[in-house]
């Protein structure tokens, strides 16, 4: 069992592997206080959850949260939120052909180069399954921040993109296709697409868009805290992600300032949205918006060559139970990152004002 940290004020840390008995983790610096809605935070697990389509995994796990501390009456208590997870569906034997072999992509090499074993049952601690417990933080921190609106959807899979902004999408489809699309038609060929590539036994990537709203000024510091650098951060520690850009991101590299600056309304909001809500590293009360970028699965249904941990050269193939795509299961993970991080800043910008 293994554990680690994010966050500050509002930290998470997070044990256990994807083949043992449990995942579990502590919630520490939740503020007292808080009447948390324990069904809301099943339903986010649920959504992240493998087995609910045909397009992912099939693993079937109940992923049911019980919490064991800082709840007394369905109220947070102030003191740490210990809570876990049981793994009720690992099967350890399908992975039993990797032993001695490193997948593609994976982390088996650098695990085992790192800390002189793994744990080859699935991935151990880079799992994708450690997730679920970022999930019920995210939750929690969701709840803490009851007037800021989180929203993420799949803009992306593959070649197949979503070209309209989000002001133009109706998020209320976004849970009622199994890819989270706000598109009804780029959800069917998105689905389409999933499909086809499983059948191939292959894997393909793609992005997720999140929408934040009602978010106060002045959250994030400036120079290395940065609100957009611990989004960044924090997006990055999700499994498969390969890239973060906010607002313009790296489109905004072709544009002259002419065409960029976002120009002042008498409120102090801005007559375009450029900064994707942030400026200077500080939020300024417009629409925090940003994507994230996720790879192919690395463990595919197709004979490929690898290395062993003998140094030779062996062909191996996928078994068992994975995502053809993660990006679907993966949308509410990506909401309760961005839900942790402005937790944090949330804590702090209080402490600031003494407000604590």
Do not use: W
Not at 54 to 73: C, H, L, M, N
Not at 75 to 93: D, E, L, M
Not at 113 to 124: E, H, S
Not at 163 to 181: G, H, M, T, W
């Amino acid at each position: 069992m293994a554990g680690n940290s994010f966050g500050q004020g509002f930290r998470l840390t997070t044990f256990g592997e994807s083949h043992g008995a449990a995942l579990g983790g502590v919630i520490d610096g939740c503020p007292a206080g808080i009447k948390l809605d324990v069904a809301a935070i099943q339903a986010e697990l649920d959504r992240r959850k493998p087995g609910q389509s045909a397009i992912v995994t099939q693993r079937k796990e109940p992923d049911t949260v019980e919490f064991f501390s800082g709840i007394f009456e369905g109220i947070t208590t102030g003191t740490p939120i210990g809570f876990a997870i049981r793994n009720t569906n690992q099967k350890s034997k399908d992975y039993s052909h990797i032993k001695d072999s490193y997948r593609p992509s994976h982390a088996d090499y650098v695990y085992e180069q790192k800390y002189g074993l793994r744990d080859y049952r699935g991935g151990g601690r880079s799992s994708a399954r450690e997730t679920a417990c970022r999930v019920v933080a995210g939750a929690i921190a969701k709840q803490f921040l009851s007037e800021v609106k989180f929203t993420a959807y799949v803009s992306a899979v593959g070649d197949i993109s979503l070209s309209k902004p989000y002001q133009a999408l109706d998020f209320s489809v976004i849970e009622k296709n199994p890819v989270r699309c706000p598109d009804p038609q780029k959800a069917e060929e998105m689905e389409a697409y999933i499909k086809k590539i499983r059948k191939q036994g292959d894997t393909v990537g793609g992005v997720i868009r999140c929408v934040i709203q009602n978010v106060p000024v002045g959250l994030g510091e400036p120079v290395f805290d940065k609100l957009h650098a611990e989004l960044g951060k924090a997006m990055l520690s999700i499994n498969a992600v390969k890239g973060f850009e906010y607002g313009s991101g790296f489109a905004g590299a072709s544009m002259t300032g002419s065409q960029h600056n976002d120009h002042y309304n008498e409120d102090g909001t801005t007559k375009t949205n450029y900064s994707g809500g942030i400026q200077g590293g500080i939020s300024n009360g417009m629409d925090i918006y940003f994507n994230v970028a996720f790879k192919p699965v690395a463990t595919i249904m197709q004979a490929q060559e690898t290395l062993n941990s003998k140094g030779e050269f062996v062909t191996m193939q996928g078994k068992g139970r994975h995502d053809p795509c993660v990006v679907p299961r993966a949308v509410p993970i990506v909401e309760a990152m961005a839900a942790l991080v402005l937790a944090d800043f949330t804590l702090l910008q209080r402490l600031n004002k003494h407000q604590i």
